[in-house]
Nanobody
Framework: QVQLVESGGGLVQAGGSLRLSCVAS????????MGWFRQAPGKEREFVAT????????YYRDSVKGRFTISRDNAKNTVIMQMTSLKPEDTAVYYC??????????????????WGQGTQVTVSS
């Protein structure tokens, strides 16, 4: 059974930091682009960051550039997103996802086939 399990969410004050982890089981992340997406209440799900299957490139939405860092550890089947200087507008449920196809890259959630259950991030002002 394929599972992506996120952890590390919580309540933090504006300006604080959180470290989200995503551990995959029942599948490998090696060779697959991994991504973090988020969905705030009443809003569409949006791309936050992805890391290419090779680990050579990372992509971020403009609003998180310079504050969030995505990384991967293929040996541990884990993806991490370090979030700093958090803002109230970062409040959302954050989802980890694995691309559908090996050795492919994308920023669209439609191209990601496996999703975690999400972890809540709440940033208070």
């Amino acid at each position: 059974q394929v599972q992506l399990v996120e952890s590390g969410g919580g309540l933090v004050q504006a300006g604080g930091s959180l470290r989200l982890s995503c551990v995959a089981s029942g599948c490998t992340i090696n060779g697959y682009t991994m991504g973090w997406f988020r969905q705030a209440p009443g809003k569409e799900r949006e791309f936050v960051a992805t890391i290419k299957w090779s680990g050579s490139s990372t992509y971020y939405r403009d609003s998180v550039k310079g504050r969030f860092t995505i990384s991967r550890d293929n040996a541990k089947n884990t993806v991490i997103m370090q979030m700093t200087s958090l803002k109230p507008e970062d409040t959302a449920v954050y989802y980890c996802a694995r691309h559908r196809a090996i050795f492919r890259d994308s920023l669209s959630g439609l191209d990601f086939g496996y999703w975690g259950q999400g972890t809540q991030v709440t940033v208070s002002s």
